[in-house]
């Protein structure tokens, strides 16, 4: 076989298998398939093309090609969201979901909305689970805006995982307002820690000298992402609509736990570097 099509299907396989270690928790929840039929038409297209402008980001740092074309970069990018729609359709074909009675507008919200944690992983697998993470460039290169951009990728899978159950509308509803600043705390110094102390397999996260740059000023400006990230679930999963605005603020907030610790696994695979000494003798 050619080399370079081996390299290819070796790549796309990578890809598959990404995107499903992603997705399948999500291809196997009722309350996805419940709201890909509900969902109007132009908030799965919101939701997608937020998602495309993620993929496309992670793709500019870490795509299947090492060396592209801006045109290169954007086909590679529609290539993998492309990639998730038809894996989505597969999948939910094989699960049972899509039948020969199930009515195109409900098939295709299905597969609009888990295409997209599937995207992610194949994006994620081009390169976190290849072994040529060395040829990549050294990674500080990666600036706090393509940190936070794959930040707010991570915040939008988790958060994406948790949105259309009732859990988080419980939660928001009941809550204290002391209670929820409680939380904001502890959730700004978890994601703190994870992100800069924690110290993962020896990767330290590459700090440079802009503001966004350090410790504090990059976790406030993740959590503000998650919590943006975590209102426009809401939003388009109908969590807000006829909630007031205590009960939005209460949802936002616990819905992001989940979306900053997502965001803090992205930045620390794109943000980390490997102590000197491991990298010398890789």
């Known amino acids: 076989m050619d080399r370079d099509l081996a390299s290819s299907l070796r790549d796309y396989t990578r890809a598959v298998g990404g995107g499903l270690v992603i ?7 009722m309350e996805i398939w419940f709201h890909g039929f509900i969902l109007p038409g132009w908030k799965l ?3 997608l093309a937020i998602a495309f402008a993620i993929v496309l980001g992670y793709n500019a ?5 090492r060396e592209r074309t801006y045109a290169e970069l954007l086909v590679d990018s529609v290539s993998t969201i492309g990639m998730g729609i038809v894996v989505a359709f597969v999948a939910l074909l094989v699960l049972g979901r899509i039948e020969a009675g199930t009515s195109v507008r409900d098939a295709a919200g299905k597969v609009a909305l888990e295409a997209i944690p599937i995207a992610f992983g ?3 697998a081009a390169t976190q689970l290849s072994g040529n993470r060395g040829h990549r460039g050294s990674k500080a290169g990666v600036g706090a805006f393509h940190r936070l951009l794959v930040g ?3 915040a939008l899978l988790f958060a994406l995982n948790v949105a259309p159950t009732e859990e988080p509308l419980m939660l928001g509803i009941e809550a204290h307002p002391v209670l929820l600043l409680l939380v904001m705390a502890a959730t700004l110094l978890l994601t703190l820690a994870l992100v800069f102390y924690a110290d993962f397999g020896g990767r330290r996260t590459v700090r440079g000298d802009g503001v966004l740059d350090q410790p504090l000023t990059e976790t406030i400006t993740s959590y503000a992402l998650s919590l943006a990230v975590a209102l426009l679930l809401l ?3 109908g969590r807000t609509e006829g909630a ?3 009960a939005i603020a209460g949802m936002t907030v616990m819905l992001a736990v989940v979306a900053s610790v ?21």
């Open 23 to 29: 997705g399948l928790p999500l291809l196997y929840t």
């Open 45 to 47: 297209l919101l939701l």
């Open 61 to 65: 740092l870490a795509g299947f090609r």
């Open 122 to 124: 194949a994006s994620l």
């Open 152 to 154: 707010a990728g991570g």
């Open 235 to 237: 939003w388009s999963f």
């Open 244 to 246: 007031s605005v205590q």
């Open 262 to 282: 997502g965001a803090a696994i992205g930045r620390l695979l794109i943000g980390g570097e490997q102590e000197a000494g491991e990298a010398g003798g890789s």
